[in-house]
């Protein structure tokens, strides 16, 4: 992977971030319900990046990125996620090349239901130390294994997970 990947981290997440969008909203559209809403939070300390609605279905969705190929074994969660009505996490995996999207990771249960308890994965922790060499716990964040995950293969599929049968087409 070339250096901008990592140099231009937050640029990066911001563009997968409106692919994602996109591919969800173009959809929704070629579904027949037309509608996708979607919010971004001012700040992102409530455990979302988005929040996608169509039709009746409101979802607050937290977004994390990994390249194709990534051995990444976990990922933070933020707590405040649980205590939306229908949260989900959904992490983009994506060509480095390309930045073509999918498959997809899938935490979360279907609409309408809150996202699984948290509360029997492990703290998170900071990634830095404290001036005494010791990483300290972030209580907002639990720490959910990529086995916990399913893999979603394509955009059709994840919709379908996020807003259910009404978004379904052939």
């Given at each position: 992977?070339?250096?901008?990947?990592?140099?231009?981290?937050?640029y990066r997440e911001s563009l997968l971030e409106?692919?994602?969008?996109?591919?969800?909203?173009?959809?929704?559209?070629?579904?027949?319900?037309?509608?996708?809403?979607?919010?971004?939070?001012?700040?992102?300390?409530?455990?979302?990046?988005?929040?996608?609605?169509?039709g009746d279905i409101v979802r607050h969705v937290?977004?994390?990125?990994?390249?194709?190929?990534?051995?990444?074994?976990?990922?933070?969660?933020?707590?405040?996620?649980?205590?939306?009505?229908?949260?989900?996490?959904?992490?983009?995996?994506?060509?480095?090349?390309?930045?073509?999207?999918?498959?997809?990771?899938?935490?979360?249960?279907?609409?309408?239901?809150?996202?699984?308890?948290?509360?029997?994965?492990?703290?998170?922790?900071?990634?830095?130390?404290?001036?005494?060499?010791?990483?300290?716990?972030?209580?907002?964040?639990?720490?959910?294994?990529?086995?916990?995950?399913?893999?979603?293969?394509?955009?059709?599929?994840?919709?379908?997970?996020?807003?259910?049968?009404?978004?379904?087409?052939s």
């Open positions: 992977m070339t250096d901008s990947h990592s140099l231009l981290a937050s409106h692919l994602f969008a996109g591919e969800v909203m173009r959809h929704v559209w070629l579904s027949g319900l037309k509608r996708l809403e979607i919010l971004k939070p001012q700040v992102d300390d409530g455990g979302y990046d988005l929040v996608l609605e169509a937290q977004l994390k990125a990994t390249f194709s190929g990534s051995t990444v074994a976990r990922f933070n969660v933020n707590v405040a996620l649980g205590r939306k009505p229908s949260g989900c996490v959904v992490v983009l995996v994506f060509d480095p090349a390309t930045l073509r999207l999918g498959p997809f990771l899938w935490f979360g249960c279907e609409p309408g239901k809150p996202l699984p308890s948290l509360k029997d994965f492990k703290v998170g922790k900071h990634t830095k130390a404290n001036a005494e060499g010791v990483k300290l716990p972030r209580a907002a964040i639990r720490v959910i294994p990529r086995s916990k995950f399913c893999c979603v293969p394509d955009v059709p599929t994840l919709a379908v997970l996020l807003f259910g049968e009404q978004v379904r087409h």
